[in-house]
T-cell receptor, first 114, second 115 residues
């Protein structure tokens, strides 16, 4: 059974710092991996989706990498801003599983203070 | 194009009552997924439905929980005889089809509190 772990559970940094959030998964036979953002009391917003054949994806100040063989992904946030404060969730879709069946980590709660 | 709509956003039920959570998928989406987020835990898959069909319910608790997605109207997650352990955020997501590379789109959740 796939298990997804995110480290650290919480992170508090001053504005402007570059950050790395970590995600690991136990079964490397994945279809894709996705990073989401969740604001308090809100739903999930997809940030980046990496297919199993890809090594990384970039969107603005965000860069996500994937090392499938070692079961790891990192989300890099450049020049962090207070508006980046949220919980970041990593989710994997296993090979052979349906599109919407994702395995989530518990998230990293990020606080960026001015 | 409205996103995934869930209602109610917040629901309070006494132990033993029934809770009904509704989800309207994005326009053009025919696949619906329900997830549950318990306090201090990650989101857990519950069920995957298409119109009038349950495709995968392997994440649903064996008792008291049921889900449907009728031909007309929203998908409904029904919890009978609620207990305090059912208190959680319930998220609905939708997608257009089983296409590779597609993400799924989440609603803003329904927060159930059992008192």
């Amino acid at each position: 059974k796939q298990e997804v772990t995110q480290i650290p559970a919480a992170l508090s940094v001053p504005e402007g710092e570059n950050l790395v959030l970590n995600c690991s998964f136990t079964d490397s036979a994945i279809y894709n991996l996705q990073w989401f953002r969740q604001d308090p009391g809100k739903g999930l917003t997809s940030l980046l989706l990496i297919q199993s054949s890809q090594r990384e994806q970039t969107s603005g100040r965000l860069n996500a990498s994937l090392d499938k063989s070692s079961g790891r992904s990192t989300l890099y946030i450049a020049a962090s801003q207070p508006g980046d404060s949220a919980t970041y969730l990593c989710a994997v879709r296993d090979r052979g599983s349906t599109l919407g069946r994702l395995y989530f980590g518990r998230g990293t709660q990020l606080t960026v203070w001015p | 194009n409205a996103g995934v709509m869930q209602n109610p956003r917040h629901l309070v039920r006494r132990r033993g009552q029934e809770a009904r959570l509704r989800c309207s998928p994005m326009k053009g989406h025919s696949h619906v997924y329900w997830y549950r987020q318990l306090p201090e835990e990650g989101l857990k898959f519950m069920v995957y439905l298409q119109k009038e069909n349950i495709i995968d319910e392997s994440g649903m608790p064996k008792e008291r929980f049921s889900a449907e997605f009728p031909k007309e109207g929203p998908s409904i997650l029904r919890i009978q005889q609620v207990v305090r352990g059912d208190s959680a955020a319930y998220f609905c997501a939708s997608s257009p089809a089983q296409m590779s590379g597609n993400t799924i789109y989440f609603g803003e959740g329904s927060w159930l509190t059992v008192v």
